[in-house]
C-alpha cells in the first residue's frame, strides 16, 4: 500500500509543481479557475489577505500587486515555501511566507479581510478545522474563497461519481498529469458531499453568500477544441463565504 502523507508528496512534487505553475501548463487554471477565483476575490486594495495552503505562491504575489495592505501565505510544504519567499524576493514584494497547517494558522483572531483556499480543501481528510480556522482569523464580514473540485462530479481518473460513493468521504489518489507532464509523487486529495462543505462554512460561522462552477465559455469553446476534449463534466465548484457579524 502506498502511504501518501500532503507535506511529504508535496516535497517530492515542489519542483515539478513550481514548474507546472510558474510555466503557465495548466490551462484549467490559466483559463478557468485564476480568473475566477480573481473575480471572486474582488478588489483587494488595502485588504488583509491570507493565501491559505499557497504553494508555490503566485496567488499571494497576485494579491500583493494588486494593493493588497498585507499578505501572508502558508503551506505545510516547506520546499514550496521556501520556492514563494524566493520569488516574492525576485519581484520585490513584501510577502510573509510561513510553513504552517491551515488547521493552525499562525495569525491573531480578526486580522485578515479575505481568506483564499485555491485548490486546498480537497487535500484535507477533514477540512472542518481548517474552516474554522478561516472563520477565527477572518474579521466580522471578512470574506472565504475557497476552489474545490467539484464534489458531485469528481471522481476518480475520469470516473463518474455513483449514488452510494458520493455520500462518502471519498479517497483520490493519483499523480498530476499536467500537460503530459507526470508528477514524481503521487498525492492524496479528498471529496466529499457538497452538503458537508455547506454545514462545515456555515457552523464555523461563514455564510455561504456565492456559489459558481467555473466552466469554459462558449467562446473558449468555439475557439479552441481542448475545452471539449477535456472539460467533458464539471470539475470545479468555487465557494464564497462570509464571517458572519
Ligand atoms: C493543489 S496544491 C495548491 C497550491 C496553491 N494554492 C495553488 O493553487 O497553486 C495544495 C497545497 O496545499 C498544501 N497543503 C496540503 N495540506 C495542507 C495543510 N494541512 N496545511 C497547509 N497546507 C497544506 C500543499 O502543500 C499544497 O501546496
Redesign the pocket.
Known sequence: MTTTS??SS?SLNADYWTRI?RGGLDRYRTGLTNPAMLAAAGDVTGQAVLDA????G??ARLFAGRGASSVVG????PE?VDAARAQAVVEGLDIRYETA???ALPLDDASVDLVVA???LN??EDPAPAIVEFARVLRPGGRAVALLLHPCFYGSRGRPVDRDSYYQTRRIEQHFDVAGEVSPAPVVAWTRPLEDFATEFVSAGLALVGISEPHPSEQQRREDPWWDQNFSRPLFLLLTARKVL
Open positions: 500532503p507535506a508535496y505553475i495552503g499557497c504553494g508555490e503566485y496567488l502558508v503551506d505545510l510544504c514550496l497547517d491551515v488547521a485555491n485548490h486546498v487535500d484535507l
